[in-house]
Each structure stands twice: as C-alpha cells, then as structure tokens.
C-alpha cells in the first residue's frame, strides 16, 4: 500500500506538470515541469524525501525498460532518419561528450567548495561502512 501511495503522489505531480503545460504559453515539456515542481517540493521540504524515495528508486532501476518502447520507435521511422544518421550520431556524440565534461567541472566544483572537512568525514563514512 505504501508503494501504491507514493506513486500516486509521483503521478499526481506529474499530472500538475501536464496542468501548467496547458496553462502557461512557453515550450516546455509537461515533463520539465513536473520535475521542476518535484525538486521545489522536495527542496522546499513540502514533501518528505521518505514519501516518495521507495518507489522513485524503483522507477529509477528499470528507466532502461521505458526507453524500448522509444527505440522501437526509431526503428518503424529508419526511412525519415536514413538519410541524416550520421549527422545524429556526430550530435549525439558531440552532446555526450560536453556533457560529461560539463557535469565533472561541476562535480569538482561542488567537491571543492565543500571543502577539506566535508571530504574527510565522507571518507569516515565509507570507512565506517
């Protein structure tokens, strides 16, 4: 039951995502939106991590199974995509790549701004595992 509860409430955010979709004039995903106002919720300490946490991590283990559907997709449109793969795969790669390196920049940053002590009691921690 508890599972059942915290998909729903997952649901109904994203439900609030398709609400502003309709609502606001901008090209953003209803997507976008809803995890926007997930982080704020989460952030803002509106809802508890806890009321959620079990089922997103189930939702975040089988994220590869929901890309099938989208593959196969791609496959029935081969005629349309054909004639400019190699241009979406020099795009992909390309994307990968920045952000990856954007992404480490960040990470570093963060690491570096926590500062010494923050890295010495996470060691501690891991040790302590």
Known sequence: MRY????????????????????????????????????????LHILPVAAVKETASFL????????????VGLTESWDRISPIFWELIAVTAVSTILVMAVSGRVTQAVLRRSGPDRKHKDVQQRRSL
């Open 4 to 43: 059942v509860k915290q998909f729903a409430i997952i649901l109904t955010i994203s439900f609030a995502g398709e609400v502003l979709r309709a609502l606001l004039p901008l090209p953003v995903p209803a997507s976008i939106y809803g995890l926007v106002l997930m982080l704020l919720a989460l952030c």
């Open 60 to 71: 975040v283990e089988i994220m590869p199974l929901m890309f099938i559907p989208a593959a």
